[in-house]
């Protein structure tokens, strides 16, 4: 009987492949298999999605499966599933998504060998005299066995072995040939000590961390919800998971915590270890390519029943997977814009969905979105814990072209120098554009589409558009209005605050925390623990300084024009505005004198009067409101398509007829197209669109775009929020 398999390839292509499937390994290959495809003139390793009986394609045209990668492993069908939702929600072909179900070592399935021909044989009985002494000494290391390459240049440092086996190549004295690497994938691990390094937790009647374990492992049982948000502090939410997790490690199950960045698990981990023992492992992408190997067998068979890592921790193949922890949800680290781009705060949703799993979801500050989607299928639990009084945050109006510090603040920044208090200045802003002012009418350009002001960017060949990409100027730029020649006018930004602190306190120790300061790392860590340290009395920085392990370590902190992130082009400007004052509050130290200093011009915004209340449910009505009106997330889902890589004249071609094709489709709203640069790559042009789709008939309205690619056999830049 003739067999096929559907194989999910890891390239930018929103199809599978069609192979077929030889006799011999008919009885063995599975769905969800790990196989080897020939493909062009390479080999490809994809993952089987299907095992039809028809090719459903010319025959003369299908190809062989080469081998099984693994024949002792294969994803689960609610893998699969997982995995297809969560590529099609993102508009991400799905084979790219399943490759990262195999750690990199994974993929290395071949390397490079190097062994003698005849004639190279012959070349050493018989010494040839054009052979360099590099040469030679290649032939008679290889004489008896063949070698890698990597393992050549790593037995001979002194020769430049590439550049030498090159030329014994040309000259017919050496093959160089694949050979496939052998990895064991599930090898015989003596059994561990049974000793327990799990620790007795009180259960309280009354405790208020008892209470919220009780009502998720009961609703959880009842299956009345799966989905949960624990708003509150650190400590109040890591008491909660470890009572989650030691019920669910006595019933056999795993439990997977994803946290934003590898620095925020290292702590989490020790903590852990220490109570749980090896029970617990830390995956990420620093580890090295055997640990990563080790460690993604220990979770494929079980044997690791606590994971923690960043977001690719999400496509570990958990076998008795029954709980997925997200802590600091808010985090904007989670989301990258590097290849693949996805959402794990959505894909934990997606994955615990189907593996029938729970999904707890911690945070201080929750965003919009997984907030209102744990209120309407889930619970929230909040933290029942006193108001902190309102004077540790004061709210300074001030508004001047001239001063930058209005008189209040210089006061305070004064007293605090006398009492020797150490000082951090938030301002989020290099200050390397330039706006437009029309002198007559006192107003800015703005962006007839997105109403966001006008900027030419510092070093982008006098380029000006707005930040969204929609429009771009050319020539003398004139009012719209009066039709006066607009003045160009530049911000000002983290280094003028830098000179203004030097200049009120010249014997203060001052130092920038930005990207254009902090080239690297270690400049970045020592800074650190000089501020730590008292060594630094002001401490002035960017979003940069956000990310910094600080936390109650700050006399005064000190919010210059927050308000700022309100002119980015994104809709959850004021959502990570609060959240950037919530971090620089956490930044206090918990004496009674420490204040957070808000020095804006719209006191009355929602942000600044829900953060000095300390009432979240009233900054999230209000912006939820605000989102509604503006048809933004979350009942709105927002797509970024740009195209790229091709011709001009061909990017124009395949824009316009995707913008026909959207004319059919009467519930997307879109702007565009507009030629614009490549929101990774700025000196790439292309043309981009951005497409607007309410969230209740997304799924269908992406299926029809997936499917527009497909027949198109187009594989767009895209980016899904929302």
Not at 691 to 699: A, E, Q, T
Request: proline residues 6%.
């Amino acid at each position: 009987m003739k067999l096929y398999a559907q194989v999910a390839l890891p390239l930018p292509l929103y199809k599978t492949f069609t192979y077929r499937v030889p006799s011999e390994i008919q009885e063995f290959i599975k769905v969800g298999m790990s196989v080897v495809v020939p493909f062009r003139q390479r080999e490809l390793r994809g993952v089987v999605v299907k095992l039809p009986t028809q090719s459903g394609v010319i025959e003369s045209r299908v190809k062989n499966i080469q081998e099984i990668a693994y024949s002792d492993f294969c994803l689960s069908s609610r893998y699969l599933s997982f995995s297809q939702r969560l590529a099609d929600y993102f508009l991400i072909p799905w084979g790219e998504i399943l490759e990262l179900a195999f750690p990199r070592p994974l993929g290395d399935l071949y390397q490079k060998r190097v062994k003698l021909t005849e004639k190279g044989q012959e070349s050493i009985t018989i010494p040839a005299r054009k052979l360099s002494a590099q040469e030679k000494r290649i032939l008679e290391f290889i004489r008896h066995k063949d070698y890698s390459l990597f393992y050549l240049r790593r037995k001979l440092k002194e020769i430049d072995v590439i550049s030498v086996v090159s030329r014994l190549k040309k000259k017919g004295l050496v093959e160089v040939f694949l050979a496939r690497k052998s990895h064991p994938l599930f090898t015989k691990i003596e059994p561990k000590s049974k000793e327990s390094h799990q620790l007795s937790i009180p259960f309280l009647f009354g405790d208020p961390a008892s209470f919220v374990f009780q009502e998720i492992m009961e609703k959880i049982k009842s299956n009345k919800a799966r989905q949960f948000y624990l708003r509150g502090s650190v400590e109040w939410r890591q008491e909660i998971y470890l009572l989650l997790i030691e019920r669910l490690l006595s019933q056999e199950n795993q439990v997977l915590i994803l946290v934003p960045e590898i620095s925020h698990g290292t702590k989490l981990v020790t903590q852990l270890q220490d109570r749980f023992g090896e029970a617990v492992v830390f995956f990420h992408s620093q580890l090295t390519p055997k640990k990563i190997w080790s460690t993604w067998k220990e979770v494929v068979e079980g044997r690791a029943r606590i994971i923690v890592g960043p977001r690719s921790a999400l496509f570990l193949p958990c076998p008795r997977l029954a709980l997925i922890i997200v802590e600091e949800e808010p985090a904007t680290s989670y989301y990258q814009m590097e290849k693949p781009r996805y959402d794990p705060r959505k894909g934990a949703w997606i994955r615990a969905e189907e593996e029938g799993a729970g999904v707890v979801f911690g945070g201080s500050v929750p965003r919009v979105e997984t907030y209102l989607r744990c209120q309407k299928k889930g619970f929230v639990f909040s933290e029942t814990a006193k108001k902190e009084a309102n004077h540790r945050v004061i709210i300074d109006e001030f508004i001047s072209a001239k001063e930058l510090f209005s008189p209040k603040l210089k006061e305070k920044l004064h007293q605090a120098a006398e009492d020797n208090q150490q000082c951090l200045l938030f301002f989020n802003r290099l200050g390397r554009s330039f706006h437009f002012f029309c002198p007559n009418c006192h107003q800015f350009l703005k962006c007839p589409d997105c109403g966001k002001p006008v900027l030419e960017k510092a070093g982008s060949k006098k380029k000006v558009s707005c930040p969204s990409g929609h429009v771009e100027y050319s020539g003398p730029l004139k009012c719209p209005q009066c039709q006066r020649q607009l003045v160009k006018y530049k911000e000002y930004g983290i280094d003028r605050v830098v000179k203004e602190v030097k200049k009120l306190f010249p014997q203060a120790k001052v130092s920038e925390v930005s990207s254009e300061s902090m080239i690297s790392k270690k400049k970045l860590d020592r800074m650190r623990r000089k501020f730590i340290n008292k060594k630094i009395d002001f401490l002035i920085g960017t979003e940069m300084i956000l990310h910094q392990p600080l936390e109650e370590t700050v006399d005064m902190a000190v919010a210059l024009l927050p308000e700022i992130a309100l002119e980015l082009p994104e809709f959850d400007a004021g959502e990570k505005m609060y959240q950037s004052l919530n971090k620089l509050k956490q930044f206090l130290s918990s004496t009674s004198e420490s204040k957070l200093w808000i020095q804006t011009s719209l006191p009355e915004h929602h942000v600044f009067r829900a953060f000095q209340e300390g009432d979240y449910e009233f900054f999230y009505k209000k912006e939820l409101d605000v989102r509604q009106m503006m048809h933004l997330p979350p009942f709105f889902r927002l797509i970024q398509v740009f195209f790229w890589g091709k011709p001009m004249s061909q990017l124009g071609r395949e824009s316009r007829a995707f913008l026909a094709y959207l004319t059919k489709i009467t519930k997307i709203d879109w702007v565009g197209p507009n030629l614009t640069f490549h929101p990774q790559q700025r000196r790439v042009r292309g043309i981009q669109l951005l497409l607007r789709i309410p969230s209740p008939k997304f799924d269908l309205l992406i299926d029809k775009l997936k499917d527009y690619f497909r027949q198109k056999n187009l594989s767009p830049w895209i980016r899904v929020q929302g």
